[in-house]
């Protein structure tokens, strides 16, 4: 069974940093690609980043470009986003993803941003 975790959101201020983590179970964690997700209050599901199965080749989202960084570590079966200079409009919750639509994804760990 799929299983993952996200942890590391909370609450910070604008132009602060956070450090999500994903934690993945249950598959062959290197032979996917991960993707982050999120989803703020009143919206629909929004792709934020890609990274391939040997942890190369990141894509982000235009918004968060130059301001988040995904990576994983396939010895521990984990995914991170690095999130800094954050801004108001990034709150959301944010979902690890096994699948490209974002099906398979964990319960989600929240972060707001806000003064």
């Known amino acids: 069974e799929v299983q993952l975790v996200e942890s590391g959101g909370g609450l910070v201020q604008p132009g602060g940093s956070l450090r999500l983590s994903c934690a993945a179970s249950?598959?062959?964690?290197?032979?996917?690609?991960m993707t982050w997700f999120r989803q703020a209050p009143g919206k629909g599901l929004e792709w934020v980043s890609t990274?391939?199965?040997?942890?190369?080749?990141?894509d982000y989202r235009d918004s968060v470009k130059g301001r988040f960084t995904i990576s994983r570590d396939n010895a521990k079966n984990t995914l991170y986003l690095q999130l800094i200079s954050l801004k108001p409009e990034d709150t959301a919750t944010y979902y690890c993803?096994?699948?490209?639509?974002?099906?398979?994804r964990g319960q989600g760990t929240q972060v707001t941003v806000s003064s």
């Open positions: 993803a096994i699948d490209p639509a974002g099906r398979q």
């Open positions: 249950g598959f062959i964690f290197s032979s996917y690609a």
């Open positions: 990274i391939n199965r040997s942890g190369g080749s990141p």
